[in-house]
């Protein structure tokens, strides 16, 4: 975990997603990845028929795969369709979810995006809404931490780090999903393929009822391209 304290300035969800882009656009750094990116962004959108003003996204994390992957739709669809992947630019910890502050751990789980950081300390930054009630629960008495957040650079110590160059695409569509409507931004972290062999590999791990326990979520999302009806995300809101 980096310490990033959540930043006065931060972007959140409950912002009116009709003036999302001005609000971000006055930030230096996302004008400058707006220049930069959003061009090639936008015809990569067209060619999949993805609209950015229909646009819902969600990531998802496998922890050995060692890279980020960003799905899309068109708000109305069920499918989400493989946009990007953007590879871990530097990892910490082990396979296994984050348990207490300090301990360098990705979390694992089903989480949301609850910050937008446009002025981050590493570049930009997209904050998780870690911990959950569920995170806090099994962390019994330990402090569970917190802060944990996709963002640019190759450092970390418990985040999730993709490059400056691979922050600006994906902080970009994650702003275009949220001026679309997109009420929750989900992701999906898993510290493997949550299918019966890798399961059965790792049997004997003080992990291995928890991951049974999130292998639900992992084989609805291979067989429908959709999230599961308890993660999925609210239709947004009538502007």
């Not at 296994?96 to 502050?101: D, E, H, L, S």
């Not at 949301?112 to 870690?130: C, E, K, M, V, W």
């Not at 049974?212 to 609210?234: C, D, K, M």
């Amino acid at each position: 975990m980096l310490a990033l304290a959540r930043p006065a300035f931060a972007q959140t969800p409950t912002a009116s997603p009709s003036d999302f882009w001005t609000k971000q656009l006055a930030y230096a750094r996302v004008q400058a990845a707006y220049a930069r990116c959003w061009p090639a962004l936008a015809a990569q959108l067209r060619t999949r028929h993805l609209s950015p003003a229909r646009l819902e996204v969600f990531f998802r994390l496998i922890k050995t795969s060692r890279a980020l992957e960003v799905w899309a739709r068109n708000q109305g669809e069920v499918a989400f369709q493989l946009l990007r992947t953007y590879p871990l630019a530097a990892t910490s910890g082990t396979l296994g979810p984050k348990r207490r502050a300090g301990d360098e751990q990705v979390p694992e789980g089903f989480y949301t995006i609850d910050r937008f950081n446009p002025q981050s300390a590493f570049h930009l930054s997209l904050g998780l809404d870690y911990p959950t009630p569920d995170d806090i629960l099994a962390a019994g008495v330990a402090d569970p931490g917190g802060d944990i957040f996709l963002h640019g650079s190759n450092v970390t110590v418990g985040c999730l780090p993709i490059t400056d160059a691979g922050i600006e695409e994906v902080y970009l569509l994650a702003v275009a999903a949220r001026a679309a409507g997109q009420a929750r931004i989900v992701v999906h972290i898993f510290p493997f393929p949550l299918v019966n062999s890798e399961l059965n590999q790792r049997a004997t791990s003080p992990h291995a009822a928890f991951w049974r326990g999130l292998a639900p979520g992992y084989a609805y999302f291979e067989q429908h391209r959709a999230l599961p009806p308890q993660y999925a995300t609210p239709a947004p809101a009538t502007r």
